[in-house]
């Protein structure tokens, strides 16, 4: 158990993937966490070094399982790749409590879990990144946002307290934030008659997040925003 390995939760057909493909190529053995078996088994039977562990990330009792196995497996990750995402979007008077605790947990509760178990284990050996794919929502309430902005914006404020103890250990936490359309086929529908430099390429943003995730501690980003020139801002 040899080989760099890296954790990446919210695995679908977008981000995840992509995330997945690129630490896979550079030699990592990759574990894969989401709570699809047929995606997860698809992509392994596709891509070398991937591995599948089903799961829920917001149930602590079989994250903590997954992460058991991971580690007797494959052994200590040295990248976690917080990509997972609940997505509760309404104003105030519109949106579902119970819909935006999901969110929360997923978003926000699921990282702390993530950190507990994972970031302990990479201060004592000097060296680590966790890494959380947001959104632009983390720095922005619009009224239609309410039930998601505040799960983000918690998710990217607990991140910087992990990067401000776990920092000087050799620990690099990090928030890139997509503020784009994500190439995908529904998005494509939604946004049909866009040109292709509309959307925003998976494979474009897991090179940053690769990026991010090997910079050198004398010039480590907290913050990399993913913002293509169509967008509005």
């Keep these: 158990m040899s080989s760099k390995v890296a954790v990446v939760t919210g695995v679908g057909p977008g981000t995840g993937k992509a995330v997945v493909e690129r630490f896979a190529v550079a030699g990592y053995e990759v574990a894969m966490i989401a709570r699809s078996e047929q995606r997860l088994t698809e992509i392994a039977s596709v891509t070398e070094n991937a591995h599948a562990y089903v799961c829920d990330v917001t149930d602590e009792l079989a994250l903590?399982?997954?992460?058991?196995?991971?580690e007797t497996?494959?052994?200590?990750?040295?990248?976690?790749?917080?990509?997972?995402?609940?997505?509760?979007?309404?104003t105030y008077?519109?949106?579902?409590?119970?819909?935006?605790?999901?969110?929360?947990?997923?978003?926000t509760m699921a990282l702390l879990a993530l950190a507990q178990r994972l970031v302990p284990k990479m201060e004592a050996a000097g060296s680590g990144a966790l890494i959380c794919t947001g959104n632009t929502s983390a720095y922005r309430g619009?009224?239609?946002?309410?039930?998601?902005a505040p799960t983000k914006a918690a998710q990217r404020i607990l991140l910087e307290s992990i990067a401000r103890q776990s920092g000087p250990k050799g620990v690099h936490a990090a928030y890139v934030a997509i503020d784009a359309v994500i190439d995908l086929a529904w998005t494509r529908e939604v946004f049909a008659g866009k040109p292709?430099?509309?959307f925003c390429q998976p494979k474009d943003i897991a090179e940053e997040v690769y990026r991010i995730a090997h910079q050198p501690p004398?010039?480590?980003?907290?913050?990399?925003v993913i913002r293509p020139f169509g967008e509005v801002w």
């Design 142 to 148: 619009k009224a239609a946002f309410a039930g998601f």
């Design 218 to 224: 004398s010039a480590w980003s907290f913050e990399s």
């Design 196 to 198: 292709d430099e509309f």
């Design 93 to 107: 008077l519109d949106v579902d409590p119970n819909k935006m605790r999901k969110a929360f947990e997923v978003n």
């Design 73 to 90: 497996n494959m052994g200590a990750p040295s990248v976690v790749v917080h990509n997972a995402v609940g997505a509760e979007r309404g």
């Design 64 to 70: 903590d399982q997954a992460l058991t196995e991971i």
